[in-house]
């Protein structure tokens, strides 16, 4: 009997270590407005997919925006979890910013604020298609990354060259799924 309890009590003490060097990885997804009627193929086909993904390989996921408004589809809603200017970057592994059919345009300074606080932690940074310009402005990125049309990478530094958006309507290989599974690697091999 007392060898069955200290058999349990090792595998209990296992299974909690085991817990503990897996961990779970919190990862922010920051969208940003922008009025588009391209938004419900967007949510379904890159956010959708991207937190879909995440999720699958157990990671804890949160959606970062200025507004608490929805992003919606006719299969799903997508509403934020916290706001850009709530976020502690100090409790999260990563960051990925979808393009979400945006043109080239610089997102509000809050994010952008946000973005270069997690490069200074050194935590893992995607970025996709027109999102990549607030990693190039921020000299995180070189102009090879920033207008390439597959998927790169350098070291914790991510980028794809091309959403759904400009899949469906300029003929590139949408990088969505390539993207979030170079993030999920790169988180679990601790780079």
Same mark, same amino acid.
Request: glycine share 6%; proline share 4%; hydrophobic share 45%.
């Given at each position: 009997?007392?060898?069955?309890?200290?058999?349990?009590?090792?595998?209990?003490?296992?299974?909690?270590?085991?817990?503990?060097?897996?961990?779970?990885?919190?990862?922010?997804?920051?969208?940003?407005?922008?009025?588009?009627?391209?938004?419900?193929?967007?949510?379904?086909?890159?956010?959708?997919?991207?937190?879909?993904?995440?999720?699958?390989?157990?990671? +804890? =996921?949160?959606? !970062?925006?200025?507004?608490?408004?929805?992003?919606?589809? /006719?299969?799903?809603? #997508? %509403?934020? &979890?916290? $706001?850009?200017?709530?976020?502690?970057?100090?409790?999260?592994?990563?960051?990925?910013?979808?393009?979400?059919?945006?043109?080239?345009?610089?997102?509000?300074?809050?994010?952008?604020?946000?973005?270069?606080?997690?490069?200074?932690?050194? +935590? =893992?940074?995607? !970025?996709?298609?027109?999102?990549?310009?607030?990693?190039? /402005?921020?000299?995180? #990125? %070189?102009? &090879?990354? $920033?207008?390439?049309?597959?998927?790169?990478?350098?070291?914790?530094?991510?980028?794809?060259?091309?959403?759904?958006?400009?899949?469906?309507?300029?003929?590139?290989?949408?990088?969505?799924?390539?993207?979030?599974?170079?993030?999920?690697?790169?988180?679990?091999?601790?780079?």
């Amino acid at each position: 009997m007392k060898k069955l309890i200290h058999f349990t009590l090792l595998m209990l003490l296992l299974v909690t270590l085991a817990g503990c060097v897996s961990g779970i990885h919190e990862v922010l997804i920051v969208i940003r407005r922008y009025a588009s009627a391209d938004m419900p193929y967007m949510t379904d086909n890159e956010l959708g997919v991207m937190i879909d993904m995440l999720e699958d390989a157990d990671c +804890k =996921v949160w959606v !970062a925006s200025i507004s608490d408004d929805p992003y919606e589809s /006719e299969t799903r809603t #997508i %509403t934020p &979890d916290i $706001m850009v200017d709530s976020v502690d970057v100090e409790n999260f592994d990563a960051v990925i910013l979808p393009c979400l059919a945006a043109y080239a345009t610089l997102p509000p300074l809050e994010i952008i604020e946000l973005v270069a606080e997690f490069n200074k932690q050194k +935590k =893992v940074i995607a !970025a996709q298609y027109n999102a990549r310009l607030i990693l190039y /402005e921020l000299d995180i #990125i %070189t102009t &090879d990354q $920033m207008t390439s049309s597959g998927v790169t990478q350098e070291g914790r530094i991510i980028t794809s060259g091309c959403c759904p958006y400009a899949g469906r309507y300029y003929g590139c290989e949408d990088g969505t799924r390539a993207l979030i599974e170079k993030v999920i690697t790169t988180l679990n091999e601790g780079v």
